[in-house]
């Protein structure tokens, strides 16, 4: 018999334990390939709440798309004059804004289309950077996107609106549409607001104390409060004017009313008012019944 060292047969069989476990592990790997891989679910769109239109794919849309669904669409303009202290797309950081807290607070069966930021503004066209469409036009576009996504089920729709010149295109739009059955309504900003009417230390309704309040508490990286001024000449028919002998309200800043005045503790306490009467606005609509077509 021949003898072999201790060392020898130790190195033996170390060598023959690591080649076991070598084998082993390739046979569950060839094992783990040969056998198909689960399939994942596709995520579902969460329908607890209300929805972000352009977040769905078009089969998500086809859901929420119901005959009982509110849509939603916001309203402001991105390029539009709001004096010296605030920028262009101020009514667009508005609509935005309110945009969200109907996504964060409305009910299930509400669908929150895309913003729209051009409309019926002629009364600032003096003031470089500000756009206007015509009356037609912006009450073409809104039926033409309402009619757009009534064919998909919903008959009830609501604006956003954070203007006062679009109340006449949309008033125009809402008559048109009932023609067809669909009901449109929409945020009217010349209510009265009895908070706004508490907090209210001037007069104005452009780019004044309450709009400014609400952007310091909205959007305040936004304000430029060091060059807000009073401007508040008397009110005369027509838009507004940079030139003293000019046809409407003089207005060398852009702004009508006093922003000087402006907090964000009167910002917070309008907007929170505003943002309840939007919510119930919404949900009054959800409860009118649609009419026939005429």
Known sequence: MTFVPASNSLEKLAFRSVAWCLSLLAVATLSSAQSPAPVASAPQPSHAGAVLLETLSWDEAEHALAPDTVVVIALGAESKEHGRHLQLNNDFLMAEYLKKRVLDAAPQNTVVAP?????????????????????????AMFTDIIHSLA????????????????????????????????????????????????????????????????????????????????DLNPNQPGGLTRDPQGKGTYSPTGAWGDPTLATREKGQAVTESLVATILK??????????????
């Open 115 to 139: 913003t729209i930021n051009y409309s019926f503004y002629p009364a600032f066209l003096e003031y470089p950077g500000s756009t206007s469409l015509s009356m037609d036009t912006a009450r």
């Open 151 to 230: 064919h998909y089920g919903p008959r009830r729709f609501y604006i956003l609106n954070t203007g006062i010149s679009t109340l006449r295109p949309l008033a125009q739009a809402t008559a048109d549409l009932a023609k067809d059955g669909i009901i449109l309504h929409y945020t009217d900003l010349t209510r009265d607001d009895p908070v706004e009417k508490k907090v209210r230390q001037s007069g104005g309704t452009h780019a004044d104390e309450i709009e400014t309040s609400m952007m310091l508490y909205i959007a305040p990286e936004s304000v430029r409060m060091k060059k807000a001024v009073r």
């Open 281 to 294: 606005d919404i949900e009054d609509l959800r409860q009118t019944p649609p009419s026939p077509p005429k």
